[in-house]
């Protein structure tokens, strides 16, 4: 499976972003899927993400109110919508799948997903 996020770019505080994974196959099925960051010196972060198709969505405090995170089956996409963006959410953005569900404790490790894009630049100006 290989997926391929978009969507980043540079954007003004209180501006927003629209983030797109697209994978090469039917992905988001069953599964786990989250959207990570990760910005200069530091470790990769969890956002928001599913422990499986039809999951509750699970959010990092610090994006919880302003990103909303959704998956589109048919398109095999799912996608990430960041609201009131402040410079603090500046990043590299990762999308990750798994194949089977992850139990709640696991999916804001990156160690439990499969299968990773390669990353869309977000940068946020003062």
């Known amino acids: 499976v290989q997926l391929q996020a978009s969507g980043g770019g540079l954007v003004q505080a209180g501006g927003s972003l629209r983030l797109s994974c697209a994978a090469s196959e039917r992905t988001f099925s069953a599964g786990a899927a989250a959207w990570f960051r990760q910005a200069p010196g530091k470790e990769r972060e969890f956002v928001a993400g599913?422990?499986?198709?039809?999951?509750?969505?699970y959010y990092s405090d610090s994006v919880k109110g302003r990103f909303t995170f959704s998956v589109d089956k048919a398109k095999n996409t799912m996608y990430l919508q960041m609201n009131s963006l402040n410079t603090e959410d500046t990043a590299k953005y990762y999308c990750?799948?798994?194949?089977?569900?992850?139990?709640?404790?696991?999916?804001?490790?990156?160690?439990?997903?499969?299968?990773w894009g390669q990353g869309t630049l977000v940068t946020v100006s003062s």
């Open positions: 599913v422990p499986g198709s039809g999951g509750y969505t």
């Open positions: 990750a799948a798994h194949r089977n569900r992850l139990v709640i404790t696991a999916i804001r490790r990156p160690s439990g997903y499969s299968y």
